[in-house]
């Protein structure tokens, strides 16, 4: 038992650490606009995309800091193009037009990729074992929840103590009166993006130096959890969708040594009604009547 | 030359005419207030001068210059500041947060320090709790906390709407003197109110906006004087 833990446990913490990178890019986004941006999933695709083309003729010292590059740049484009214009829409129709992105990086992929799995390029340096006790894992394995904690307590300093991090938790609160301080609540929200999918990609490099391959799809469901995992920790909030991302991961981990493999997913999908059910602002989110 | 000139200043909203071409002087140095009933367009004015809200017709100038349709953070940076009606601070910042991003656009740590130090002098209740949330403070507390981060850009005017509003009467009488007090160090004043004897009392000169349009302007005296006013505006109020 004690031997099948503590790999059950790594792997919790690792699949957790993934999934954290993504739900901070939906808890971002919505905490500033208020919206659940569908696209998010499929820009974590993309990103694996853009690897398994890139390192097809460069090397990875030249193809992982573009995948970064080439990752944000999308996730910025779909905010001018998608959502921008739509500032004093009702949240509903930036909803939709979210839904839209979604659908249109799918087809995008499928039409590009022509629907077939794409081989994950294996980079060495994650992909090499390495003993701990009487197990033996990928050092992706245990990189990924380090680099994931580092990232997020660097992201929650900058949005404390710095003059951006201000003015985002001014935006997120009132965008107008944040103009009237002299603002650009565009190029804050613009921010946003960027940041969430810097993570984003740098979660994607690292789930499929797991799971080896992409397809056009492959994003949805690590999306959807990271997305349970936001809403689990209190959507809005930072350190309640790592810590909701964390909890998502070890849990299905459990699940799966027990020998229920088949309803690891179904676990975190029922563990969202739970909490819709029963504390619908999560683990550190605010009530919403606290909105003045 | 005013300080702010508004002139034949026209704003829609969907077919509906909020603004129906007013006209107004701010001088330097001075506190001009508009007053009006609810509904009169009185913070469509203020909203259209910090281009939250941009004019079918007409012009704004401060300075001499057209400042009509410029950006929010121009205006600002120019030296227009306003305190928004319903106070409107970051109930998610702390005091002192509040006050430095009221100084967002300025890049002089020394002397932001300094305006924090004197904002504190005027408001020391604020000084007290600057560490704290500022949606925890009281009604009063963030109307002074409103005004303090519209000090902070250092504008040369500074815009109030209605920062009576919903206070109780003491707390109405501070902020009354602390106007007063701003404008005795140099500040111009451009004072939104419902509150028409307080505002007139304290002001230079006013503006009576009616449903869009300026119906009365003259000297705070000269309004408060005035039987139409009087009746309107002053009720009971009138008789001091
Ligand atoms: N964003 C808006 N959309 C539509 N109508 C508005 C908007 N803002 C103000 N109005 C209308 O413009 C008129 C003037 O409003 P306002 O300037 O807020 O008045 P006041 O501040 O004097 O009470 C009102 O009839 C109000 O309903
Ligand atoms: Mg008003």
Redesign the interface.
């Known amino acids: 038992m004690i031997d099948k833990l503590l790999p059950c446990l790594l792997s919790g913490v690792s699949v957790g650490g993934q999934y954290a990178l993504i739900a901070v890019g939906y808890t971002m986004v919505y905490g500033i606009l208020r919206l659940i941006n569908f696209a998010h999933g499929d820009i974590f695709t993309a990103a694996g995309f853009f690897m398994v083309y890139l390192a097809a003729s460069l090397p990875l010292s030249l193809s992982l800091p573009l995948v970064i590059l080439l990752t944000v740049a999308l996730g910025f484009a779909v905010e001018r193009v998608a959502y921008k214009p739509l500032r004093s829409a009702p949240r509903m129709s930036v909803m939709i037009s979210a839904i839209g992105v979604s659908y249109l990086l799918q087809n995008l992929m499928w039409y590009i990729t022509g629907g077939l799995a794409k081989q994950y390029p294996v980079i060495p340096w994650l992909s090499t074992s390495i003993a701990i006790g009487p197990t033996s894992t990928k050092i992706v394995t245990l990189f990924t929840p380090v680099l994931t904690i580092i990232l997020s307590v660097a992201l929650v300093t900058l949005i404390r103590r710095t003059k951006i991090g201000m003015a985002m938790r001014a935006v997120s609160r009132d965008f107008e009166t944040a103009r009237l301080m002299g603002i650009k609540i565009d190029s804050v929200i613009s921010a946003t993006f960027i940041i969430g999918s810097f993570l984003a990609a740098v979660g994607s490099v690292l789930y499929f130096s797991n799971y080896t391959s992409v397809t056009p799809t492959i994003g949805a469901m690590p999306g959807l959890k990271a997305f349970v995992a936001a809403v689990f920790g209190g959507i809005g909030s930072i350190p309640g969708a790592v810590i909701g991302a964390f909890v998502i991961g070890i849990c299905e981990n459990i699940i799966k040594m027990l020998g229920y493999t088949t309803f690891s997913d179904a676990f975190t999908f029922a563990l969202l009604i739970v909490i819709l059910l029963f504390k619908p602002t999560g683990l550190f989110g605010e009530k919403i009547s606290e909105k003045v | 030359m005013s300080l702010l000139q508004v002139k034949n200043l026209k704003v829609n909203f969907g077919g509906i005419e909020a603004l129906k071409g007013i006209s107004f002087n701010v001088d330097q140095g001075q506190i001009v207030t508009l007053i009006g009933a609810n509904g009169a367009g009185k913070s469509t004015t203020l909203r259209a001068i910090?281009s939250?809200v941009y004019p079918s017709e007409g012009s704004i100038y401060y300075e001499g210059r057209d400042i009509t349709r410029l950006d929010?953070?121009k205006i600002?940076?120019m030296g227009i500041?306003?305190v928004?009606e319903?106070r409107?601070v970051?109930?998610?910042?702390t005091v002192n947060?509040n006050l430095?991003?009221?100084a967002?656009?300025r890049k002089d740590k020394a002397a932001i320090a300094k305006d924090m130090d004197h904002v504190y002098d005027i408001f020391p209740r604020l000084g007290e709790r600057h560490w704290q949330l500022a949606?925890t403070l009281s009604g009063g507390e963030q109307q002074m906390l409103a005004v303090g981060?519209g000090m902070m850009?250092r504008p040369k005017i500074l815009m109030m709407d209605e920062p009576s509003l919903g206070l109780a009467p003491m707390v109405v009488q501070d902020i009354f003197r602390i106007i007063k007090r701003l404008n005795e160090e140099g500040m111009t004043i451009l004072l939104i109110e419902q509150n028409a004897n307080a505002a007139l009392h304290a002001a230079h000169y006013g503006y009576v906006l009616e449903t869009g349009h300026v119906a009365m302007q003259g000297t705070g005296r000269e309004l408060l004087e005035n039987r139409q006013v009087r009746e309107a505006y002053l009720g009971k109020s009138a008789k001091r």
Request: charged share 15%.
């Open positions: 910090s939250l929010p953070q600002v940076e500041a306003m928004p319903g409107r970051f109930s998610n910042l947060e430095l991003i009221g967002y656009l949606g981060r850009s």
